[in-house]
């Protein structure tokens, strides 16, 4: 007879361990080995996905853009109605004013984007052939005058980079940009059906997000006490606030002021016959949104496309361009803008410098109100301590 085996607890607690770190140890063999193509994979679903939810993602931050617009027609149409009927505004009424609300504003969104597409797109991508039609003798004429600063540098003995490397570098940089331009257009030419059909999804998610848009945010409330009940609710809350006091009303605040810049821009360049007015305006507005540096760029534009019709003319585009940034910054924008973030102008431009150095425009664009973000937080803590300390004596 056997006598009858005892197994301790123990030694199957170890045999499980041993067959559990083997298979991952196998699985991350398989998963290193494969890493390219799980990477690959990973990347198609996300693709796909996004692409899959892009008319959602779309229309809830075009929807979380215009709310404000749509809030202010609305509550003008309520004031309006309770004004002629001489009684307050029903569940009902109000409920259909803002769907009118939305309604007008969508159709002055698209309507925006049909003249842009007709009148103001055509003389950008005109401009921008003529550009490149000409750049040739662009190329010679930087190299002319190329020459002549290495010359009178020589004389002074100090050497300088071939003139016709430094020529081609300018020429083949403003060639790459604009034929970059010319195919993304081309390219949403070409994929004008899904761009339609995406169009179309995103204003429907548009116009629900903002007619429910009270319900909605009732129903991420629940979901928001069931799963972050107490302390971690509220904080959440109000950093969602914060985040669209300082973030969103900024952002908001600078495309509408962006819009501003580039007309004005156009219509100054135009008055003085400027060749590429239309092109160097957009460039204005789109950079004007980045502190400090957009400015110039626009101003640099106009006189570096300009000073090839004449000298003159690029030295009138950059100035005018450069005493309506100051007009903007001073008396516009603040109106606009107003004390969104905060912040010094040292840091502003600290916080800037930041954001460009590691991530690029994207970085200086959205610097500003992270760093006023910051601030926000920053000064919650001091005064918490300041309390604190003070309740300790």
Request: with cysteine; glycine share 8%.
């Amino acid at each position: 007879m056997f006598k009858k085996l005892k197994i301790e607890k123990r030694y199957i607690t170890y045999g499980i361990l041993v067959l559990v770190f083997g298979l991952l140890l196998l699985i991350g063999y398989k998963v290193i080995n494969n890493s390219g193509n799980i990477l690959m994979s990973l990347e198609a679903i996300f693709r796909n996905f996004f692409i899959i939810i892009a008319p959602i993602f779309y229309g809830f931050i075009l929807s979380y853009l215009l709310f404000r617009p749509v809030l202010y027609v609305q509550r003008l149409f309520i004031k309006l109605y309770e004004r002629a009927s001489e009684k307050k505004a029903s569940e009902s009424i109000e409920s259909a004013f803002r769907i009118l609300s939305i309604v007008i504003v969508l159709a002055i969104i698209i309507g925006t984007i049909i003249l842009i597409i007709n009148f103001v797109l055509p003389p950008i991508i005109e401009n921008i052939k003529v550009l490149l039609g000409k750049l040739p003798q662009y190329k010679e004429q930087i190299n002319l005058w190329l020459q002549e600063v290495a010359t009178q540098l020589n004389e002074n003995n100090i050497e300088v980079q071939s003139t016709g490397q430094v020529a081609d570098k300018i020429v083949n940089k403003v060639s790459f940009l604009s034929d970059k331009f010319l195919s993304f257009i081309a390219k949403g030419i070409i994929d004008l059906s899904s761009f339609v059909l995406n169009s179309v999804l995103t204003a429907i998610f548009t116009f629900y997000f903002l007619k429910d848009k009270e319900s909605l945010f009732g129903n991420f409330r629940r979901i928001r006490d069931v799963l972050m009940p107490g302390k971690v609710g509220r904080a959440v809350t109000i950093f969602f606030r914060d985040l669209d006091e300082v973030v969103g009303k900024f952002l908001i605040a600078e495309i509408f002021d962006c819009i501003i810049v580039g007309i004005v821009s156009t219509i100054l360049l135009v008055i003085i016959k400027h060749p590429f007015a239309i092109l160097i305006g957009f460039m204005a507005g789109v950079t004007n949104i980045i502190p400090f540096v957009g400015p110039v760029i626009g101003a640099a534009l106009a006189f570096g496309l300009g000073v090839f019709t004449s000298f003159g003319l690029g030295v009138a585009g950059a100035i005018l361009l450069l005493l309506y940034q100051q007009v903007d910054g001073n008396f516009i924008q603040p109106k606009i803008v107003g004390d969104k973030i905060g912040l010094s102008p040292i840091w502003i431009l600290i916080v800037v410098l930041i954001g460009g150095n590691y991530f690029g425009a994207m970085g200086m664009i959205l610097s500003m109100p992270i760093a006023g973000l910051i601030k926000i937080y920053f000064n919650r803590y001091a005064a918490h301590k300041r309390v604190v300390n003070d309740n300790k004596l």
